[in-house]
């Protein structure tokens, strides 16, 4: 079964340079996702094609009006079925997260309609969207750079998309801690050395130092994620103990940056 992604919006040469490279591109060309971008303006009756108006009430800015939006959703619907979700991206959204790429990687067919920074008409969002998403606590001048965001997230969990699937399952936020360091040849560069324990061949070990690494890189940068419900998750006890003893060393005191960098 292959994969529906639509895109709406009124920058479709942004999005079609996204689709047309990297992992989107292998996905199409594989036959298991078939993305396609449409230009709000196609979906405008006037002269002009225009898209926005100024906002009712008054205001700076211009919100971009319901009809377009109504017009490429019958002809999605048409042309294309039923979609399971209709996303819009907004700041206003609630935030988007792997667990919601992974249930849309599964949808079958999902929509992005994307809007502009002042907005869209709220009508769009109440008679089409299913969900509302933002992608971080900023903004962003239009929905299409987080409508790509959240087209790579879920295209990525799409069996086949990746080869080796162990990437996948293996991303960071598969798991409820950040991802270990990587390293690859050669083993010096510039005078810098990959840690030894990767270079020993020795399987358990290696698990050990990515466990402990990944472990202090979260404690360190998203404290959150360890004091979450998701925590520790399937290979707890590990992960549990290690993350006592990390914390056992530092004595509840983490130096800042500085201090750190002096010490090495
Ligand atoms: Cl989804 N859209 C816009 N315009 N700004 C954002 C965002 C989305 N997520 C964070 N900032």
Same mark, same amino acid.
Request: aromatic letters at 6%.
């Given at each position: ?26 996905? =199409? ?18 002269? =002009? ?132 360091? =990587? ?82």
């Amino acid at each position: 079964m292959v994969m529906r992604v639509d895109i709406v919006t009124i920058f479709p040469d942004m999005v079609r340079g996204f689709a047309r490279e990297g992992i989107v591109a292998r996905a =199409h060309e594989r036959g298991v996702v078939d993305l396609a971008v449409h230009d709000l303006r196609d979906f405008t009756t006037d002269k =002009h094609r225009v898209v926005d108006d100024s906002p009712f009430g008054g205001g700076p800015g211009m919100v971009l009006k319901p009809e377009p939006f109504f017009r490429a959703m019958a002809h999605i619907r048409a042309t294309r079925g039923e979609p399971s979700a209709v996303i819009v991206p907004g700041p206003q959204g609630r935030p988007f997260t792997h667990d919601a790429a992974v249930a849309w990687s599964r949808a079958g067919h999902i929509v992005l309609l994307c809007g502009r920074y002042e907005g869209i008409d709220e009508r769009v969002v109440e008679a089409l969207a299913t969900d509302e998403i933002s992608i971080g606590d900023y903004v962003l001048s239009g929905g299409e750079l987080a409508a790509m965001v959240v087209a790579d997230a879920v295209v990525r969990q799409v069996p086949g998309v990746v080869g080796d699937a162990r990437s996948v399952s293996e991303d960071s936020f598969a798991r409820p801690w950040l991802d270990h360091p =990587h390293y690859t040849r050669p083993a010096e560069w510039e005078g810098r050395r990959v840690p030894d324990v990767l270079l020993s061949g020795h399987h358990a070990q290696v698990a050990r130092w990515r466990l402990r690494t990944a472990l202090e890189r979260t404690l360190d940068r998203r404290p959150d994620l360890l004091e979450g419900p998701g925590f520790p998750g399937e290979a707890g006890i590990d992960a549990e103990r290690t993350l006592r003893e990390i914390r056992a060393e530092r004595q509840g005191i983490r130096p800042g940056r500085k201090e750190r960098k002096q010490e090495s």
